[in-house]
């Protein structure tokens, strides 16, 4: 877990959206949000990956909003493709709304890619430390304002530093050793109120 350190080039800002692209899942907001970044970022770029049924849309939205050249759409990946495209990219847009578990945040995570992410669902448990920035669900617009303005401000020493606890809180809550170790802290915790119950240990 080594990505976060060498990735961020200053004169770049790559956003990257992993995902089916379905409404929900929000890629329209975060090509609405690319939109309002490469305004004062005319550098920047927006790669999409991901297939479904939004596609089309989202390829005639790019064009409408003229940043069909800016933006590029990579289909559907493998997972070891996907995972070398995000250790590319600078920042993760995932404004899904119904998204119980969202594991490709996790995956961005593990990486040290930082998360900008609706504060809902999965990614509202797993950024909730840090490790990625959450903002609160609202209309389209608003949303996609509010990411736009999460990411402009964001310098990339600070999306290193994000980076970073993202990789920690991997580490730490959601490795094998440390789902382990979560269960026997629990039985202990059970097996110990259990004991107290009984009364065992008094005198």
Known sequence: MSECSSRHDVNRLRL?????????????????????VKEQRPDAELWIIGDGPEM?????E??????IDA???FGW?????????????????????HDCGGAVVLEAMAIGLPVVAVNWGGPSDYLAKGG????????????????AKVILGLTPAERNELGTVAQKIIIEHYTWPSK?????????????AYRQSLGVGKT
């Open 16 to 36: 990257v959206f992993v995902g089916r692209l379905e409404r929900w899942k929000g890629p329209s907001i975060a090509l609405q949000a690319f939109g309002e």
């Open 56 to 60: 089309g849309r989202l390829k005639n």
């Open 62 to 67: 790019a064009k409408t909003m003229g940043l």
């Open 71 to 73: 933006v590029n759409f």
């Open 77 to 97: 990946l493998s997972r070891e493709q996907c995972l070398q495209m995000m250790s590319q990219s600078d920042v993760m847009v995932f404004p899904s709304i």
């Open 132 to 147: 990625g920035i959450l903002i609160n669900p609202s209309n389209h617009e608003r949303m996609a304002a509010e990411i």
């Open 180 to 192: 382990v170790r979560k269960i026997i802290d629990i039985y202990r915790s059970v097996c110990e």
